[in-house]
């Protein structure tokens, strides 16, 4: 069998027990790849790297919460002392609340956990694992961010503006660490119903069937707007692996065009 696309490389990714991250991390390790599933729910964590590992796959769950950077430098300590390295950085953990809103109505206390988890934990993990991938000679960070960082209907601002932070983010990362060999890209995908955003949507449609969110969105007129997890992994794969080594600094649109008509 040929080798694949991350034969040898390590990859560290954050969210790894569920959604976007729990594919990714299946495609990681299938091109070969050693993966750090970095999850703060040890149920979701343990059950991606019992899949990886009963499919034959290198996978070691560690335990991480994002928000709190002594537990992700422990996670690379654990993940560098398990494979050697670090090579490919998956920024995936994150998400919004509920209770978000217009910046006239929304609760101020959402603000502090949305950037948390967004920003703040993308920031910690880039801190923690940079270096790492310095010694290693470089390497990929794949930050993710949303199509609400690309238009400005979103009805979540405290979301949108977490989002576009790590847009920032990933184009300053881009230019500091360009010269140690890393590439830093972030992936904007529409609506992709993983666990979570597939409650949300039955909390929020209507007896109807209609969605109003949904329907504000431009959904309706979009029809790859929609999609499911494995939808979005080869993004990343692709940003991870040798095959892209002229793109860093970039924001890939994966919404179906909802930031394009």
């Not at 499919?55 to 919460?65: H, N």
């Not at 002594?70 to 994150?94: K, M, Q, S």
């Not at 801190?127 to 400005?152: D, E, F, Y």
Request: with cysteine; charged share 20%; proline share 5%.
């Amino acid at each position: 069998m040929a080798d694949g696309r991350l034969q040898g490389k390590v990859a560290f990714v954050t969210g790894g027990g569920s959604g976007i991250a729990r594919a990714s991390a299946r495609r990681f390790a299938a091109e070969g790849a050693g993966v750090a599933i970095a999850e703060l729910v040890e149920k979701t964590g343990r059950r991606t790297e019992a899949e990886l590992r009963d499919a034959g796959y290198e996978a070691l769950f560690v335990p991480t919460d994002v928000t709190d950077l002594p537990a992700v430098e422990r996670a690379v300590a654990a993940t560098v002392d398990r494979f050697g390295c670090i090579d490919v950085l998956f920024n995936c953990a994150g998400g919004s609340l509920a209770e978000d809103g217009p910046v006239t109505d929304v609760d101020l206390a959402v603000w502090g956990p949305t950037m948390d988890v967004n920003v703040r934990g993308t920031m910690h993990c880039c801190r923690a694992a940079i270096p790492q991938m310095v010694h290693a000679g470089g390497g990929s960070i794949v930050n993710m961010t949303s199509v609400c960082a690309l238009l400005g209907n979103h009805p979540l601002h405290v979301y949108a503006a977490a989002k576009g932070g790590i847009v920032s983010l990933t184009r300053v990362l881009a230019a500091q660490y360009a010269r140690d060999g890393i590439r830093a890209n972030a992936i904007a995908p529409g609506m992709i119903l993983t666990e979570r955003v597939r409650a949300r949507i039955d909390a929020l449609t209507d007896p109807t069937g209609n969605n109003p969110a949904a329907l504000a969105m431009g959904f309706d007129e979009h029809p790859f707007a929609v999609g499911e997890p494995d939808d979005i992994a080869n993004i990343p794969l692709f940003l991870a692996s040798d095959e892209s080594p002229l793109i860093t600094g970039a924001v890939i649109p994966a919404e179906g065009g909802l930031s394009a008509y």
